[in-house]
């Protein structure tokens, strides 16, 4: 009778104390308490090309916690990669200083932290399906992420770029000589391009990848820096003006080297190759 009567709404026995969530205060004077480790991963971009109101101005690396199950979590769900932000939510997640946006960071400066994390959390060795460019033969290929070498940007010398110390940079072109200011694209800007490349592939449209980053880059041509200037420009720029350009722009930005050589186990085929950088770079056993 007793039971029955707690059953349907009369005084329960007190729970055991052992089921409810122990309060932070009993897990530090149990010694259960832990701090996750930390550290600081050195940025190519030295903080110089960010704007003074940046809080990374001027900052030659990042502090960042070191990846946990949280994270894993965010890799794994489905709506948030359908989105393509799964990345963006673990850099949000694991860098220290929550004043720094991961959108607006440079891509270099992001691949950098992601390296990082994959190195910490899941060891240096990456191996990963790839497909020989020559005999579309598909097979495994280890990377060594310790194997990378950050670059500043200091060769611009080699195109006779000049750099303004405030993110942006001038080549001149060699084909119609006209002197293109152009400056370093983030993350999200770089996210936006790929994102819209992706759209109109799945909608059967010709991609205008290409000339859709030269409008993004471009800063100002003969120093007009009106939209239809560049527009026009851009339309009708020579594949060698724009070869350049794309060159010079990979000179002068900030980044990490990750490409190794590959060898096809099928045919001759050698080349250099990059690590891609996607979700799937922090999943090593799938």
């Known amino acids: 009778m007793s039971r029955n009567k707690n059953r349907l709404g009369g005084m329960a026995p007190p729970k055991p104390e052992s089921s409810a969530a122990p ?7 149990e010694g259960f308490s832990f701090v996750v480790p930390t550290e600081f991963v050195e940025l190519p971009s030295r903080g ?17 916690k ?33 004043r720094i946006n991961p959108q607006n960071m440079l891509i270099g400066d992001r691949n950098a932290i992601l ?23 598909k097979q495994q290929f280890s990377f060594d992420l310790n ?14 770029i000049v750099n303004h110390e405030d993110g942006t940079f001038t080549t001149s072109l060699p084909k119609t000589g006209l002197n293109v200011k ?12 790929l994102d819209l490349s992706e759209k109109q592939r799945k909608k059967n449209k010709s991609d205008n990848l290409i000339t859709r980053q030269l409008k993004n880059l471009i800063v100002a041509v003969n120093e007009y820096d009106s939209p239809e200037a560049i527009q ?13 350009l794309r060159a010079a722009y990979k000179l002068a930005a900030p980044n990490v080297d990750l490409s190794q050589y590959f060898e096809c186990e099928n ?10 950088l996607t979700a799937d770079f922090f999943w090593p056993d799938r």
């Open 23 to 29: 309060p932070q205060e009993l897990l530090e004077n």
């Open 48 to 64: 110089v090309f960010y704007p003074e109101n940046h809080p990374l101005y001027g900052q030659e690396a990042i502090e960042i």
């Open 66 to 98: 070191q990846m946990t199950a949280k994270e894993e979590d965010i890799l794994t769900s489905r709506a948030l990669l359908k989105k393509g932000i799964a990345l963006d939510r673990v850099l949000e997640s694991l860098i220290r200083n929550k």
């Open 115 to 137: 390296i990082a994390a994959r190195v910490s959390g899941y060891g240096n060795d990456y191996e990963t399906q790839i497909t020989c460019p020559a005999c579309s033969v």
């Open 147 to 160: 194997d990378t070498r950050v670059y500043h940007g200091e060769n611009i010398h080699e195109l006779e």
């Open 182 to 193: 152009f400056r370093l694209l983030t993350g999200l800007e770089e996210k936006n391009m």
């Open 232 to 244: 026009y420009c851009v339309d009708n720029l020579p594949s060698m003006d724009s070869r350049h």
């Open 267 to 276: 045919c001759p085929h050698e080349q250099e190759m990059e690590v891609p």
